[in-house]
């Protein structure tokens, strides 16, 4: 019997992402552990290794990328790095499992596709919400045609801004427009593009208005769009950022000629399928670890136990649409 395959992996980066949602299930997982991880702050790393009870930490990537003990790189920094690391990673022949977005740019994401495929090393992208039961159960109902042909999409999103927000000197990265690659709408929009695109199929036309509406900083605020996927379904979305408290929404709803599915992306409001029948619920509890199942696919993927379609391929089609809605080309 072949010896299993150890996954020993390398963070780069270790913020709040890792704490919960990602980092304790490479651990959890069969054949994946955490070997070492890597901050530019020192004590950060030093913090986190030792929180964590892991036996190495560095403050240089590429000294991470190097260690012959790390096998596969976790990238888990802001998107302006995210391609630099990547292609440093593959090219020393290190799988890579990168946060959302792929990186700051629709032209980022072709770089990281081109060194993929020249050589021959994998890179993976957290949209993970692909593989929780909560979102499964959509694309079930989906599936199971129970509102009939699909007519019209619609995103509804609106937040108020944050604390931070109102801090001018000294602003969160994701309203950097050369860190995150554009406000909160390049942070947030990624995962509500992904899920539809997972379901529907890749978006093949976009366009949108975007400006600033609070002036609490230089990038979009508030965001309107709309796109069609090229089975020719017709979709639309509202972002807003700025919005007062009372206007809170996270929302997707799905009209079909029989019914309509609605559901959200970030706070797993009740799914509501709503039909001729009447109106019926469904409460999908996700795991602790909200990204454990992608993370285990991947695994088993670099094990050769099973294949991960959530590639940095299937991934590149999400910058498309933001960029162009963004107006960025």
């Not at 991880?37 to 929180?51: D, F, H, L, P, T």
């Not at 409001?269 to 019926?280: N, Y």
Request: proline share 6%; with cysteine; net charge neutral.
């Amino acid at each position: 019997m072949d010896e299993e395959i150890i996954i020993k992996w390398g963070f780069i980066g270790c913020g709040e992402v890792t704490e919960k949602k990602s980092g304790p299930a490479f651990n959890i997982i069969p054949g994946s552990r955490i070997e070492a991880v890597m901050s530019r702050n020192k004590e950060r790393a030093r913090s986190y290794a030792e929180r964590h009870h892991i036996k190495k930490w560095y403050t240089d990537a590429q000294e991470l990328i190097d260690d012959p003990e790390v096998n596969a790189i976790y990238i888990a920094t802001p998107p302006s790095s995210h391609a630099t690391f990547a292609i440093m990673a593959m090219k020393a022949g290190k799988p890579v499992y990168v946060e959302k977005p792929l990186a700051a740019s629709y032209q980022d994401c072709a770089r990281i596709n081109r060194i993929s495929e020249e050589t021959g090393v994998p890179c993976f992208v957290a949209y993970y919400r692909r593989y929780l039961p909560y979102f499964l159960k959509v694309k079930e109902l989906l599936a199971q045609n129970t509102i009939g042909k699909v007519l019209n999409i619609h995103i509804r999103f609106a937040v108020p801004p944050r604390d931070l927000d109102y801090n001018s000197q000294n602003l969160p990265w994701r309203v950097q427009r050369d860190i995150a690659g554009g406000g909160y709408f390049y942070d947030l929009a990624p995962h509500q593009l992904d899920l539809l695109q997972e379901f529907f199929g890749p978006i093949l036309k976009a366009q949108g208005y975007c400006t600033n509406r609070g002036g609490l900083y230089t990038t979009e605020d508030t965001v309107s769009g709309c796109f069609q996927f090229a089975n020719g379904i017709p979709g639309s979305g509202s972002w807003c950022f700025v919005a007062h408290e009372s206007a809170k929404t996270d929302r997707i709803e799905i009209v079909g000629d029989k019914g309509q599915i609605s559901f959200s992306v970030f706070t797993y409001e009740p799914i509501a399928l709503h039909t001729e029948e009447g109106r019926k619920e469904f409460v999908i509890p996700n795991p602790d670890h909200v990204q454990l199942p992608l993370i285990q696919n991947v695994v088993e993927h670099l094990q050769k136990k099973s294949i991960c379609t959530c590639d940095s391929i299937s991934a590149t089609p999400v910058n498309w649409v933001m960029d162009k809605i963004l107006n960025k080309f």
